[in-house]
């Protein structure tokens, strides 16, 4: 098997254990090219060749991993995800074990889920056009805050710093959001408006219930909560609940579709996967990519779609090694 590896050189969790992975991958004979991000090569530029390779591996935290997934959506090749940056959601979603020697056992098993994209556009404050694709969530409002209050220290903090944001903001603005869904017109007042093609944040919570990223759909979410302690509600349930299929999410509504128009009575701040924008929006639009990208998954993913009797000779295989 022929590996490509591009790794993004991240300083958080596992930032070394990406060339341990390479060495497990080396040792069953495998032929393995390891290509850093850098001065040297660009997301482009690493990808340029994707599909002269049997598999792809993206190594990164979210930033890195959702650009490379954007650079690689629609080629044929399978591709791995692999979590080595300080915040790895979009890898916790797919539910596949972390462990570098477990997922070179998948990449060689090579079962795969045809995975969405979403792709969002938006006009900036200079009515410049923007379009930009994501793999976890995206959306305006009190969300889009928090990320622009904790951006500065959100690589050495993670999450906590948007915890710590959400604290020193107790009253976002309530806004009034016109959202047409596949040709349906929804109005809902709320703090924040998003679309999600997957809803697991930090804790492996679900933000809504049954968001997954192979069904082809959207998930647009609307926080209803009139002020940031409201959002205490849902966060609770989500650890009682981290799944919301049995106590579902108070404050908290959501919608599915392939296509969605957003528009917010006054102007918002904005959030791609994370990245806060330096403009604010009145709106955006959104649709999904369906089966946009093959990625990986082990027996133990939600998203595995083989028989139990294939997990577990698939797990007795894992226990074997020394
Ligand atoms: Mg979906």
Redesign the pocket.
């Known amino acids: 098997m022929r590996t490509l590896i591009v790794h993004a050189g991240a300083t958080g969790y596992a930032s070394d254990a990406v060339f341990q992975f390479q060495r497990y991958l080396l040792d069953a004979g495998d032929e393995c090219l390891l290509r850093q991000l850098g001065e040297t090569w660009d997301d482009d530029e690493a990808l340029g060749d994707a599909e002269d390779f049997d598999l792809v591996v993206l190594s990164g935290g979210d930033y890195e991993v959702s650009r490379l997934l954007a650079a690689i959506s629609g080629r044929d090749v399978p591709v791995c995800v692999f979590p080595s940056g300080p915040v790895n959601l979009f890898f916790a979603s797919l539910g596949c074990a972390a462990e570098p020697f477990a997922l070179a056992h998948a990449c060689r098993e090579g079962r795969t889920v045809a995975a969405?994209l979403g792709e969002i556009s938006w006009y900036g404050a200079d009515g410049r056009y923007e379009r930009r694709s994501f793999s976890l969530m995206a959306g305006t409002g009190f969300d889009a805050e928090l990320m622009r209050a904790g951006a500065s220290n959100r690589h050495a903090m993670g999450q906590i710093a948007y915890f710590m944001a959400a604290l020193s903001n107790p009253q976002p603005p309530v806004v009034h959001f016109s959202i047409e869904l596949d040709g349906q017109l929804i109005e809902r007042e709320g703090i924040a408006c998003l679309v999600?093609?997957?809803a697991m944040i930090q804790g492996d919570i679900e933000i809504v219930p049954n968001?997954?990223?192979?069904?082809?759909?959207?998930?647009v979410i609307v926080l209803e909560t009139p002020d940031a302690v409201g959002l205490l509600k849902p966060v609770f349930f989500g650890f009682l609940d981290p799944s919301g299929k049995n106590l579902g999410r108070p404050e908290i509504e959501s919608f599915?579709g392939r296509r969605v128009r957003v528009r917010a009575a006054e102007q918002v701040p904005m959030q791609v996967d994370g990245e806060p924008l330096d403009d604010e929006v009145y709106g955006f639009e959104a649709r999904?990519t369906p089966s946009a990208v093959n990625l990986i998954v082990d027996t133990l993913s939600p998203y595995f779609s083989g028989t139990e009797a294939e997990s577990e000779a698939d797990r007795a295989s894992l226990l074997r090694h020394p």
Do not use: K, V, Y
């Open positions: 969405d999600a093609n997957t968001c997954r990223l192979d069904d082809g759909l959207l998930d599915q999904i």
